[in-house]
Every structure is written in structure tokens, then in C-alpha cells.
């Protein structure tokens, strides 16, 4: 089996990368770095399995030889990242899902889109099931990532009705663990950051919003089980288990045994102010359930920050 990962050198993306080669898959990762980094998959470069392509499929792509599957997660994909890069943005979204889809049609590839919890914009439905059509603000601050991905939907569904692509949609939610940037700007990192460094936490409003945090191998495990599968519509995948960001600033606190003060921000455009994945779907169809709990993923994820720190 050959692979290609785009995003590969991403955060999720090289998780992807080390689990298809563990699979026995030759990988073939690609990434024009906008927002990966080379130091995620530098490990790899080693294994003669692996292969790394520098390229931005929002530019058309041929690639010798056979792809058995294609994994589509190029994207910035923390909301700094999409405001720094707004045009990347929307242009990975739409022309690069059409490249990559183009590309499966050409090798016969079993295809999966990342996409997004960002789908259900601020929702009005909670938990959110992959039923609910979302809230979202087109024109918003947010827009030219989750009207990307919505695009990205629509656009892979075309490509299984219309040409038979056997394709797969994974609604990412909130996802964390190492190799995540210290400087994304998400909540994550921020805020262990700032524990880490003896700082104040930024908590954006008064931290009544709610997210749910996944560990990123469970998520891993996810994705593989959809893609093996014959399900073609959209599956969320993330852990229910909900919290307050001020009651998550709290854990961190005290998972980094600081004394640090908390500083409220205020709360950007659109912040949606819940967010919990229904599992239902996943549950059943995959059997999958996340297995790290917040508590365990997080000590880990601390560490992984405390290297990065250390290093300066
Ligand atoms: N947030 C925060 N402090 C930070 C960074 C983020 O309070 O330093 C909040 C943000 O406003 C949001 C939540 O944490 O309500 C999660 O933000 P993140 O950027 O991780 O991703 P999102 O889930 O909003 O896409």
C-alpha cells in the first residue's frame, strides 16, 4: 500500500505518517511548510518507506507511480493560523481538496478529507451530530476556514456521487498533543506555554465556553478505521468530555504545580460557545472510542511543551 499525506508534516499530519508506516504503508508526505514544520518528520527520513514531497497541492500535482489512499490535511488549522494566512486558507480548502480528489480519481485512491467541527460554526445544537447543518458566518473572521471546509464537504461528496470515488469525510474537534506549535495560538499551547514560563494564563471572555479535548493517538486511530471503512458520509471524531476553558486553564495550573494568575482577554469574533461531539456515529460504525483521558493526554502533551521550553 502506498499513502500520501498531505499536511504530512503537520501536527495531525505526522502522527498519520509514523501510524501508515507502522502499518506497513509506503508513506508519501507532502507539505510546503506554511504551517508545518520539517523538525515533525525528520525522524522519518530515515526509513526507506518514506518519502517527502515539498509542494502546496493548491497547485495542480502529478505523482508517479501507484496511491492507494490519499489523506487530505493540508490546511492551517488554528484560528491564528487562518487569520495569518486567510487566502492559503480557503485556497487548500477548495483548490487543494480538488487536486487531491483529482489525484484519487486518476490513481483509483481511497480518499479522506479532514475536515472540521468548525462545520457546525457556533452551534445551536449540542452536542453537535453529524446531522446538524451548523451556524456559520461566512464573511466572519472565521469564515475562510470553516466555508473552506464546507466547500471541501460538498466537493468530496460530488467526486463519490458523481465518479464513484470511494471517499471519506472525518469532522475533527479539538485536538491536542505534541508536536502541536507553542506558538499557534490555540488554547493548548498558549496556555501550557504560559504555565510552563511562569506566566499568566490568557483565558479569552470569562472562560464560561466549552470545548472537548482529544488526545491526538486516539484520533489517529480514528481516521484509520474510517478510511479502512465503506462509510462515505461525514464522521465526527473527539471526545465528549466537555469543559469550561477556565476550568481547563485551572487543570493546567495545577498539572505545572505553578501558583500562575489567570488574565481574562477579550473574546474574539464568532468564538463558538460550546462545542462536544456526539459519537454515536463513530461508536457504532468503527467501534472507536477515545481512550486518553484529558488528564493522562495532558501530562504528556506538558512534557512535549517543557522540551520546547527548555530549548528556549
Ligand atoms: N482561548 C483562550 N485563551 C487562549 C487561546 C484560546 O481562552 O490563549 C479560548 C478561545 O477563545 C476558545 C477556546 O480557548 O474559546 C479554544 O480556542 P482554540 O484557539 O484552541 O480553538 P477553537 O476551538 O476556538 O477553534
Redesign the pocket.
Known sequence: MRTLITGGAGFIGSHLCERFLAEGHEVVCMDNFITGNPVNIEHLQANPKFSFLRHNISNHIEIDGPIDCILHFASPA???DYLRHPIATLKVGSLGTHNSLGLAKAKGSRYLLAS???VYGDPERHPQREDYWGNVNPIGI?GVYDEAKRFAEAMTMAYHRTHGLNTHIVRIF?TYGPRMRLD?????P??MG?ALRGEP?????D?S???SFCFVSDLVDGIFRLLMSEFHEPVNLGNPNEVS??D??KEIVALSAGKNAIEF?P??QD???V?KPDIGRARSLLSWEPKVDRKEGMRRTMEYFRGLVMKG
Not at 201 to 205: D, I, Q, R
Open positions: 488554528s484560528p491564528v472540521t467541527s468548525e472565521r479539538n499557534d495560538g490555540r488554547v493548548v498558549n496556555l504560559q494564563l490568557t483565558v479569552y471572555g472562560g465556553q466549552t470545548r476553558i477556565l481547563f486553564a482577554r473574546l474574539p468564538d463558538p460557545k462545542r
